[in-house]
């Protein structure tokens, strides 16, 4: 590979200066959904993405299946029932304000985004006769049939849709800019947001954003325990460039965190650990219901609950007896008793020759499409990289069987201490209008505690970018502090200055980082060794971080995505030392201290007086629809009549 | 650093990741522009096929093979240890019949 000139101009000393009444962070399907309402509601949003919208985010490249549309008019469960059973199934620890959002909206932004252009529904007739669709409204749902909240999508043809409807809006994009801090009344840790700096990915180019509101809109979280400079993108579940800065910036202007204890042990993840996520074999989430086979091509027959064998297959769709309704297609998040659906138990392994294999060949053809066509080529990335790539290589559903690599969907068993945030893991407090603890800050998507998908996703973005733009309209201007400007700008540039013989590489940092997170929070956590992270954690940030070098925009971009790694490390070593007692549904083990569970989120900021940490008490949202109604009856008038 | 001396500096990757096909492809660099870690650089030379300058960074999304208006244009390549195997689901039932060990 040969030296390349620089192919985009080089910006770095320049400045552009951009006012708004509202900033959106993040132009992932959050981002985008809160763009869209706050600009049609009339007010001058600028949106800004370091990747491309029409693709940018978890959700970029597609998504099979929308959870949690309670409202759809073939659910048999209300969004109170399916939130209480969330809340319950996590002894509490999930965020009951964001997925009662999703529960009560989320069929209205799958109905919106239809009325952009996205599919959410079989209109052709291509799956008639399959045991989940409907005939009225044409719906094919997934997991529950029975109960019907869960819709499968043609996903790939969302982002697309959002992304024209912004054009149409006329919101103002600014891609392949990476936003690097926040904007702070009088430039001061804890105080109103004002807005936010970005730097451009390609230029260089430094961006001041002036705002009266902002929502942020990134992603959670990773590559803090685990990554591989050589093999860091196929295994990995969510994009490379995903890597939590709303969390760093956040973090370093005094917002509230919640839950950042939380880790579990790695599912899916960088280093190639793993095989691409939905493309090794398993029956869960995406595959679900596939049946699977042993090496003597036996089939290991579905269970309900009860352990009762399931001969039709229609009935891996259906709850057991004298149960309401099950969560999710598989038992990917471990579900309590009284949300388990039918599962496969290869309990007495001794009975079956390895390895396993998952087997759409031997399941009516029909149903076959919907998982290898349908779910298997829209769900987060594998169009291409699955379906289109194992199609071409010669697979074929109705006669081969593909190999399974680990128990349930995992396709790869991690040791303790590889660990991700994963499954409901931790981020920004919320309210009940998605506002932080920071004035004029609002929060949506995978920034909240305890988020997870699509239509969480969609759901929260457009009730932040709705909240904010009513924020909007009563907040004044305040100017950028100029001093807070400068600093940045001195942080961001810096890497520019170092020799390119002896700087640090990106790369080389974000592997010192998770070998240390690996080191000292592994699976089991003592105070000792948490402090002990903490202090290499914090030797990197004085002494290694201005040693850093990148040698143009694209590597400052990468590099500054491991400042905000290494910020963000540093979070979750101070949750893990706030908690004092060990906690099974944060799945939060401390050495010597029992699991008598406080009931309470461990709420930690960074202040002017160092990190400080609250106690709030699970329930802290109320009465969910009461809240509901009395923060929306705008909406609910609007939209419900 | 002086704005002249910006360079993407070459290295050896472990991985291909993102095969492009010279022979087919338009120069429209529709894959730089979809591709969100910019894994790719459009060619200095114009009408040369974009640059694979960062296939370390690919996520492997596939956004630049849905993009390429040209089939088989541009495709992804599966690090080796990643490539999932399957069977025909005959042999497994062979071997089970016990005619095949």
Known sequence: MNHVNWPYPVQWEEEEYVESDLLVLGGGVSGCMAAIAAAEKGCDVVLVEKGSVRRSGAGGSGCDHWEHAATNPCSKVSPEELTAAMLDDNDGYNNAISHYIECREGYDRLLDIESMGGKIRDSEGDYIGALCRDEKTGFLFAYDCENRFTLRVWGTTFKPAMHRRLKELGVRIYERVMTTSFLTEKGQIGQRVIGATGVNTRTGKFYMFNSKATVLCTSRPSRIWLFSSAYPGLSEFRPTQCVGDGHAMGWRSGAEFAMMEKSVRAEFSAAGKSYPPYGAGNNHNTWYPASIVDANGKEIPYKNRDGQELHNFSDRFRPAPNQKFFLMGGNVEEPKYEYKGPEVYPDDEDDHALPLYADLSSIPEIERRIIWGLMIGEEGKTKIPVYDYYTKAGFDPSKHVLQCYGSGWKSASFMPDERQLFGLSGGFMNDWSLGSNLEGLYVAGDVLFASNCFGHAAATGHYAGRHAADYATRAERKEPYRFQVEQEKLRIYGPLKNDCMTGIDWRELNEAIAKTMRLYCGEEKRDDLLNVGLRKLRAYETDILPRTFAGNPHELTRLLEVHNILTVSQLILHSCLARTQSSAPLNFFKVGRSFEDEGKLIVLSNTQKGVQNREVPLDYYGSLAENYERYNAGYIRRRHG | ?101
């Open chain 2, 1 to 101: 650093m002086d704005k002249r001396d910006v360079v993407a500096s070459g290295e050896i990757s472990a991985v291909k990741a993102i095969v492009i096909n010279a022979h087919k492809c338009i120069s429209c660099n529709r894959c730089v522009e979809i591709c969100q870690v910019d894994a790719l650089l459009p060619n200095p030379e114009k009408g040369k096929p974009p640059i694979l300058q960062y296939p370390g960074e690919c996520w492997y999304c596939g956004c630049c093979v849905m993009e390429c208006p040209v089939e088989g244009g541009i495709s992804l390549r599966h690090p080796l240890m990643n490539q999932a195997d399957w069977v025909l689901k005959s042999e497994l039932e062979e071997r089970g019949r016990g005619s095949v060990m």
